[in-house]
């Protein structure tokens, strides 16, 4: 059976060295290419790449995706900075090019997938529901994709269920100090030297609170979902959000 063949973009980054590691070890992909800031994108092609994984920074991840699909190269991507205005202006590209795929995961990691998936469907029957998301320092964006992506899918749940508008009487007293506001859900970003990736999800009722906590204690956390989503990505044209449609999850 021929190899899967498999470039990293942000090869040299945090995730992006491991995600080097991890298609180098796979059995079933070859690493055709690994490629950093400032490196030919048309060695993609050069480099025959079937799958690229996409690792960099919410500046260039565009960029990066519209010379991905215009080659027809299926792309797997765990970069932050997404949009309603970005995921219509990929669609159009997809549009284009329909036998493409692109995965977007706002988290590669099994835990972080199912602690959003828990959070949904807890969300309708608590009338509070706070998210705190805390990463490493380096970290170029806030608040999370996770978080974001956890906070959208809260208020998706809430508003589908009719769920009425959080209790707080709080007059805040200087700015932030309640949280950027995700679709109504007040989320909240620590950046702390020592932790890498790790969410809470609060939910609050009547005499009763539930946390729902994931930590990624290292980035092989995020290996398993990244060779995952390479295998299926391959085989699933046009735009799939969410590493949860590739799990079996019901
Ligand atoms: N979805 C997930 O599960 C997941 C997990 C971890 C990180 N991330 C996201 O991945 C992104 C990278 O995170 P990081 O911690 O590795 O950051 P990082 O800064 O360590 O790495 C980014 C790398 O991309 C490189 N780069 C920038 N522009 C490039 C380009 N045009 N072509 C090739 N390389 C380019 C940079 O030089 C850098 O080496 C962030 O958006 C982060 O939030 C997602
Ligand atoms: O380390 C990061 O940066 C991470 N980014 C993603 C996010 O913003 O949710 C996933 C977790 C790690």
Redesign the pocket.
Known sequence: MSKLRVAVLGAKG??GAEAVRAVEAADDMELVAALGRGDRLETLVDSGAQAVVELTTPASVMGNLDFCVRHGIHAVV?T?GWTDERLARLTAWLDGSPETGVLIA????IG?VLTMRFAEQAARYFESVEVV?L??P????A???????TAQLIAAARARAGTAPQPDATVTALDGARGADVDGIPVHSVRLRGL??H?EVLLGAEGETLTIRHD?LH?SS?MPGILLGTRRVVTTPGLTFGLEHFLDLN
Request: proline share 7%.
């Open positions: 945090r995730i765990g932050t706002p988290n590669f990691s972080a998301e990463h490493h380096g970290k170029a964006d608040p999370s994709g996770t978080a974001t992506r890498l990736a969410q990624s980035h995020f």
